[in-house]
């Protein structure tokens, strides 16, 4: 067991709370947490959904209020209660993981928004808000082109904005959570770089990740929290992401390859030859057995996705050809796909795989609706709500009622909705697009079981990720994509992590 505060060696304190409680209606999210961080220092905060990171975080910025009894420290200025206003004062500034950005609006104009739309100014001084932009991004020593819109740019350069937007203001302390989400290794790596130099300018960092290799990379310090309860706060040099996974759950993952029950024979479930799509991806000869799981991995812009939106006819090709279970298929609409049995869960679940304010009920059975229309073309309620059950309990969503909005569910348990809402089709090819990211590490390994489970059924799976370790130890097979292209194949049980960044890397220069 890994020793917790005792080991910290103290140094001036920008921020110390105390007896930090918080409870929602029948829920108790903090228990007595006390938490601190040093001025300058990068601190982490790990544990899994529903740890209580979130609202830790809501109360150091001032959105969330603690219950009474709680002390806040900043400087020489104690509070009971931080109000926002509190907050910016002290130079405290959050970036949520929807960066929350203006995608109409330039690059200039969302890094400069803060001083536009402070005081009483009746008119814009352009010059003024090109300076401020250009400072801005001195600071993490970047130059991204000012007039171009926002959402023409990829998600990593869309981080740095939302970063240099921070840095206009007397930044003391900088919250992230979870920055890297969208980001390949060799953008993450170039943002934890960001991070560091802020570090050596005496801005503090407080990161948020569930990719625990980013948290050992980038931390001075660990906070863990589990269930609502501080676990301890560790030096980052003391532990590693094994221990730090313990600290989190209690247990242990161990990974293992996935490996086939039987042979690769007989017709395959997807055959492809020579698919391209013009600007997106060329020649790629793929083939997917029953009882499959293959992995595609690769830098940002590889294709990747846009192969997988073709597959499930949201991207048409513009030539080649593909069979499924040996029938040849167009790939020209979901429609099509479905009905050949594809499904398809896509890369964002927030917006593209899930209805947030409808019912966890409605977003299950959303894509068996037909297949329960009585005679007279009314819904079988009855045999509906027996599909949900039964996915529920198969999935082991955590639930409090069927009826309750989707978005009040946990990142995992959300995606457990998705998947659920595609196995209902029983498809025999099911394509997962980064089908864990954004969730923590105990849901993640629940997720990879129910994947692998499909597959010894005789599913054929198709997973997408960012991650190595993911397809690595998930799948039988890995294939590398390069600027649209397939470049290579590994064997799961005969490769490593290293062999195939080494890979990735020596192609992408």
Same mark, same amino acid.
């Given at each position: 067991?890994?020793?917790?505060?005792?080991?910290?060696?103290?140094?001036?304190?920008?921020?110390?709370?105390?007896?930090?409680?918080?409870?929602?209606?029948?829920?108790?999210?903090?228990?007595?947490?006390?938490?601190?961080?040093?001025?300058?220092?990068?601190?982490?905060?790990?544990?899994?959904?529903?740890?209580?990171?979130?609202?830790?975080?809501?109360?150091?910025?001032?959105?969330?209020?603690?219950?009474?009894?709680?002390?806040?420290?900043?400087?020489?200025?104690?509070?009971?209660?931080?109000?926002?206003?509190?907050?910016?004062?002290?130079?405290?500034?959050?970036?949520?993981?929807?960066?929350?950005?203006?995608?109409?609006?330039?690059?200039?104009?969302?890094?400069?928004?803060?001083?536009?739309?402070?005081?009483?100014?009746?008119?814009?001084?352009?010059?003024?808000?090109?300076?401020?932009?250009?400072?801005?991004?001195?600071?993490?020593?970047?130059?991204?082109?000012?007039?171009?819109?926002?959402?023409?740019?990829?998600?990593?350069?869309?981080?740095?904005?939302?970063?240099?937007?921070?840095?206009?203001?007397?930044?003391?302390?900088?919250?992230?959570?979870?920055?890297?989400?969208?980001?390949?290794?060799?953008?993450?790596?170039?943002?934890?770089?960001?991070?560091?130099?802020?570090?050596?300018?005496?801005?503090?960092?407080?990161?948020?990740?569930?990719?625990?290799?980013?948290?050992?990379?980038?931390?001075?310090?660990?906070?863990?929290?589990?269930?609502?309860?501080?676990?301890?706060?560790?030096?980052?040099?003391?532990?590693?992401? *094994?221990? =730090? !996974? $313990?600290?989190?759950?209690?247990?242990?993952?161990?990974?293992? %390859?996935?490996?086939?029950? @039987?042979?690769?024979?007989?017709?395959?479930?997807?055959?492809?030859?020579?698919?391209?799509?013009?600007?997106?991806?060329?020649?790629?000869?793929?083939?997917?057995?029953?009882?499959?799981?293959?992995?595609?991995?690769?830098?940002?812009?590889?294709?990747?996705?846009?192969?997988?939106?073709?597959?499930?006819?949201?991207?048409?090709?513009?030539?080649?050809?593909?069979?499924?279970?040996?029938?040849?298929?167009?790939?020209?609409?979901?429609?099509?796909?479905?009905?050949?049995?594809?499904?398809?869960?896509?890369?964002?679940?927030?917006?593209?795989?899930?209805?947030?304010?409808?019912?966890?009920?409605?977003?299950?059975?959303?894509?068996?609706?037909?297949?329960?229309?009585?005679?007279?073309?009314?819904?079988?309620?009855?045999?509906?709500?027996? *599909?949900? =059950? !039964? $996915?529920?309990?198969?999935?082991?969503?955590?639930?409090?009622? %069927?009826?309750?909005?989707? @978005?009040?569910?946990?990142?995992?348990?959300?995606?457990?909705?998705?998947?659920?809402?595609?196995?209902?089709?029983?498809?025999?090819?099911?394509?997962?697009?980064?089908?864990?990211?954004?969730?923590?590490?105990?849901?993640?390994?629940?997720?990879?079981?129910?994947?692998?489970?499909?597959?010894?059924?005789?599913?054929?799976?198709?997973?997408?990720?960012?991650?190595?370790?993911?397809?690595?130890?998930?799948?039988?097979?890995?294939?590398?994509?390069?600027?649209?292209?397939?470049?290579?194949?590994?064997?799961?049980?005969?490769?490593?992590?290293?062999?195939?960044?080494?890979?990735?890397?020596?192609?992408?220069?």
């Amino acid at each position: 067991m890994v020793s917790g505060d005792s080991s910290i060696t103290m140094q001036s304190s920008f921020l110390s709370m105390q007896q930090i409680n918080k409870r929602y209606t029948g829920v108790q999210a903090l228990f007595d947490v006390d938490f601190d961080i040093q001025a300058g220092e990068i601190h982490c905060l790990a544990g899994t959904n529903g740890s209580g990171k979130s609202t830790l975080i809501k109360i150091i910025c001032g959105v969330e209020r603690a219950d009474a009894g709680a002390t806040i420290t900043i400087g020489d200025s104690v509070y009971t209660q931080l109000s926002r206003k509190d907050a910016l004062q002290h130079g405290i500034q959050v970036i949520y993981q929807d960066l929350s950005l203006f995608p109409n609006l330039t690059v200039q104009e969302n890094i400069s928004i803060g001083d536009t739309m402070s005081g009483s100014k009746r008119f814009i001084s352009w010059k003024q808000s090109r300076t401020i932009a250009i400072q801005a991004m001195e600071q993490i020593g970047i130059a991204l082109p000012l007039d171009k819109k926002v959402a023409h740019l990829s998600m990593a350069d869309q981080q740095l904005v939302a970063i240099s937007r921070a840095l206009t203001k007397d930044v003391r302390l900088l919250i992230m959570d979870e920055p890297t989400t969208a980001l390949t290794k060799k953008e993450v790596d170039a943002l934890l770089s960001v991070i560091k130099d802020l570090n050596k300018k005496g801005v503090a960092t407080l990161f948020i990740s569930h990719k625990l290799n980013e948290l050992m990379t980038v931390a001075n310090r660990i906070t863990v929290l589990r269930d609502g309860k501080k676990i301890g706060c560790y030096q980052a040099s003391d532990i590693d992401a *094994k221990k =730090l !996974e $313990y600290l989190m759950t209690g247990t242990t993952s161990s990974y293992t %390859p996935y490996t086939l029950n @039987k042979e690769r024979a007989g017709t395959p479930v997807l055959c492809c030859t020579k698919l391209s799509k013009k600007d997106n991806f060329h020649d790629i000869d793929l083939t997917v057995y029953p009882g499959e799981i293959v992995g595609i991995t690769g830098l940002l812009g590889s294709g990747r996705t846009e192969l997988a939106h073709s597959l499930f006819g949201l991207n048409p090709p513009t030539s080649g050809t593909c069979t499924i279970n040996g029938e040849p298929v167009a790939l020209k609409s979901v429609q099509e796909a479905v009905s050949m049995g594809v499904a398809c869960v896509p890369e964002n679940r927030l917006s593209d795989g899930l209805v947030l304010d409808q019912s966890i009920s409605k977003n299950i059975v959303m894509t068996i609706l037909d297949n329960h229309l009585s005679s007279l073309g009314l819904l079988d309620d009855e045999g509906l709500h027996e *599909k949900v =059950l !039964e $996915y529920v309990e198969a999935l082991q969503i955590k639930i409090s009622s %069927p009826s309750s909005a989707v @978005k009040t569910l946990s990142g995992g348990n959300q995606q457990r909705v998705v998947l659920a809402k595609w196995i209902a089709t029983n498809p025999t090819l099911f394509i997962l697009d980064n089908p864990t990211v954004g969730i923590d590490v105990a849901a993640k390994s629940s997720i990879h079981s129910i994947i692998k489970a499909l597959a010894e059924e005789g599913m054929a799976v198709l997973i997408i990720s960012d991650e190595i370790a993911e397809v690595l130890y998930n799948c039988n097979r890995v294939l590398v994509m390069n600027r649209g292209r397939i470049i290579g194949e590994f064997d799961s049980s005969s490769t490593t992590e290293n062999d195939i960044q080494a890979f990735i890397d020596f192609h992408a220069m």
